[in-house]
């Protein structure tokens, strides 16, 4: 989990609501994710950004947006037309080339 | 399209016994290949990769897995298992030929090593 946090730990949700999740991080790495991890299906992923002010649709982007303003942050929103938000969340980074990604610590966000 | 598939939900092993973890990919070009951990509630933390050369590739905590090209497997080992190795483990794959470092990730593995 080091070089990237992710706020908050926890996050309830009313429905209709809109809920941004937090990530930064201080590796100096251009790239960033998000995935949205369900029981059972693995990491899918949501939004990728290669560079600051770019951002690309993932595999399931319906629902959510994103910024990429600064290299350090990557701010996923939640909007009310996410159907079925409730999951865990986690972001991670990439340098270049064949590196790993880094992955934060998650938020898990629950819709009451 | 580049896939991966973990065959097994759950694996179970007594501790001091060697442990495998299966992964198979496919790619149309040449993979990178990766191994990462996850403990509950928590992130994912990386153990190894493959890029190329040698097909025996040793990580962290004395995993280690074996690249087999002819048969696209990645199979995550360790010579002895540890109840602390108790976790979510999920194989990951990229084509080298893709231009940029998206990642897809198998459904994971629950290693459950008992006392």
Known sequence: DGGITQSPKYLFRKEG?????????????????WYRQDPGQGLRLIYYSQIVN???????????????????????????????PTAFYLCASSGPMANEQFFGPGTRLTVL | ???????????????????????TYSVSGNPYLFWYV??????????????TGDNLVKGSYGFEAE?????TSFHLK??????????????????????????????????????
């Open chain 1, 17 to 33: 609501q809109n809920v941004t999740l937090s990530c930064e991080q201080n590796l100096n790495h251009d790239a960033m994710y």
């Open chain 1, 54 to 84: 770019d951002f690309q649709k993932g595999d399931i982007a319906e629902g959510y947006s994103v910024s990429r303003e600064k290299k350090e942050s990557f701010p996923l929103t939640v909007t009310s037309a996410q159907k079925n």
């Open chain 2, 1 to 23: 399209a580049q896939s991966v598939a973990q065959p097994e939900d759950q694996v179970n092993v007594a501790e001091g016994n060697p442990l495998t973890v299966k992964c």
């Open chain 2, 38 to 51: 996850q403990y509950p509630n928590r992130g994912l933390q990386f153990l190894l990769k493959y890029i």
């Open chain 2, 67 to 71: 690249f087999n090209k002819s048969q």
């Open chain 2, 78 to 115: 360790k010579p002895s298992a540890l109840v602390s190795d108790s976790a979510l483990y999920f194989c990951a794959v990229r084509d080298q030929n893709t231009g940029f470092q998206k990642l897809v990730f198998g459904t994971g593995t629950r290693l459950l090593v008992s006392p």
